[in-house]
């Protein structure tokens, strides 16, 4: 982190950004993990209830190959929502930053907890409406399930949204304010 916060050649906008889509990865990479999975859901199985009725569990998982030999389309939807989420969070923070330049690191941390938030939305939409198109649902069932996806990947995003929001006041630095 002190080598991308004090290096010379990067904007406030660009660290930023850099910080909050590399953050945004870690959450999925532990969702991706069978391992953390087995632990994480041995000690608050309560959270799984939701996928039960088709939502998406926690955070899209970056993983290699899908698990258990599930279907490709669907690993794919989790791969190109890993994607959604972390280009997201960089975009959002970046905009965040460069529209407010000497904003403290408390509400740049805040714009990157939001913009992770959003993207895990807009991700848990996409992955909600992937295994509507494979059960060959019509348009109403597409958006039902996009739609509880996108509710369950904003509440995930709210809870796990502190990683990108630490990240991104690790590296930012707030621009002085010009002198009058």
């Not at 290096?7 to 889509?21: L, Q, T, V």
């Not at 953050?23 to 309560?46: I, Q």
């Amino acid at each position: 982190m002190n080598e991308i916060r004090n290096s010379p050649g990067g904007s406030p906008a660009r660290r930023a950004a850099a910080a909050a889509a590399a953050a945004a990865l870690l959450p999925s990479l532990l969702f991706g993990s069978a391992a953390f999975l087995t632990w994480f859901n041995a000690r608050a199985a309560w959270l799984v209830v939701p996928s039960a009725l088709g939502a998406p569990y926690g955070p899209p998982p970056l993983r290699a190959v899908p698990v258990g030999g599930g279907p490709w389309p669907l690993f794919l939807a989790d791969l190109a929502a890993v994607a959604v989420v972390a280009v997201a969070a960089g975009a959002l923070t970046a905009r965040a930053v460069r529209r407010r330049p000497h904003a403290g690191r408390a509400r740049t941390a805040l714009s990157a907890w939001g913009a992770f938030t959003l993207g895990t939305a807009l991700a848990g939409a996409v992955r909600g409406a992937a295994p509507a198109a494979l059960m060959g649902l019509g348009p109403l069932g597409w958006g039902a399930y996009a739609a509880g996806g996108a509710v369950a990947g904003l509440l995930w995003g709210a809870a796990l949204g502190w990683v990108c929001a630490g990240a991104t006041a690790a590296v930012h630095r707030p621009e002085p304010l010009p002198a009058r």
